[in-house]
């Protein structure tokens, strides 16, 4: 039987990565979405404990200093960062984490699990990325620079990942996400 696999997704925001990982979730019932703390304020629709636990950085702050984070950074003013029991725990019961995390975060998993399969979606093109973000419409003017500033320095580091995929089109790029995850056979 195959080791169950960690598997890291990163890209810069706005590229599409959440709806690629639902999609991908609800396709593959035997894959496990880590569900990651975060300091930035929820947005409309977004569940505490299904999106994210929403901490104060206070609180953030205390479980760094405790160990129980996997990793974290500071992402566009907050901080987010993988809870450790969570993810050990799966990976010890032989079932298959994705993660969903920006680039300094997947340079820190790297360290620590150096067999995670590391994948880096990309956006068709810059001004693809920028329009996507405004057309969330739930940033400030602010928050969408920061984010296309985060944008560039991540996607200068694409090649640090075991594979690129470009997110053209939703069903293409899922295709090619679980061509490269099933490869090989995981444990159910
Ligand atoms: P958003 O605010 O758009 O939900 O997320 C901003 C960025 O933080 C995204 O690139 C997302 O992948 C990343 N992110 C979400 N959770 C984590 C985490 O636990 N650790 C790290 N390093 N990045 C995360």
């Not at 894959?31 to 300091?39: G, I």
């Given at each position: 039987m195959q080791a169950a696999k960690l598997i890291v997704l990163t890209g810069p925001s706005g590229v599409g990565k959440g709806t690629l990982v639902r999609s991908l979730l609800q396709r593959h019932r035997e894959l496990h979405l880590s569900v990651s703390a975060t300091t930035r304020t929820s947005r409309p629709g977004e569940i505490e404990g299904k999106d994210y636990y929403f901490l104060s950085r206070e609180q953030f702050e205390d479980m760094i200093q405790a160990g129980e984070l996997l990793e974290w950074a500071e992402y566009a003013g907050n901080y987010y960062g993988t809870l450790r029991s969570s993810?050990?725990?799966?990976?010890?019961?032989?079932?298959?984490?994705?993660?969903?995390?920006?680039?300094?975060?997947?340079?820190?998993?790297?360290?620590?699990?150096?067999?995670?399969?590391?994948?880096?979606?990309?956006?068709?093109?810059?001004?693809?990325?920028?329009?996507?973000?405004r057309?969330?419409?739930?940033?400030?003017e602010e928050a969408v620079a920061r984010r296309l500033e985060r944008a560039h320095l991540e996607i200068a580091a694409q090649d640090e990942f075991d594979q690129q995929i470009v997110n053209h089109d939703l069903e293409t790029a899922l295709q090619e996400i679980e061509a490269v995850i099933f490869s090989t056979e995981l444990p159910r």
């Amino acid at each position: 039987m195959q080791a169950a696999k960690l598997i890291v997704l990163t890209g810069p925001s706005g590229v599409g990565k959440g709806t690629l990982v639902r999609s991908l979730l609800q396709r593959h019932r035997e894959l496990h979405l880590s569900v990651s703390a975060t300091t930035r304020t929820s947005r409309p629709g977004e569940i505490e404990g299904k999106d994210y636990y929403f901490l104060s950085r206070e609180q953030f702050e205390d479980m760094i200093q405790a160990g129980e984070l996997l990793e974290w950074a500071e992402y566009a003013g907050n901080y987010y960062g993988t809870l450790r029991s969570s993810v050990e725990k799966r990976l010890a019961q032989g079932k298959s984490v994705v993660l969903e995390i920006e680039v300094v975060g997947a340079r820190k998993i790297q360290q620590s699990f150096p067999d995670a399969l590391r994948i880096f979606i990309l956006p068709p093109s810059m001004q693809q990325l920028e329009r996507r973000l405004r057309s969330r419409g739930n940033d400030s003017e602010e928050a969408v620079a920061r984010r296309l500033e985060r944008a560039h320095l991540e996607i200068a580091a694409q090649d640090e990942f075991d594979q690129q995929i470009v997110n053209h089109d939703l069903e293409t790029a899922l295709q090619e996400i679980e061509a490269v995850i099933f490869s090989t056979e995981l444990p159910r």
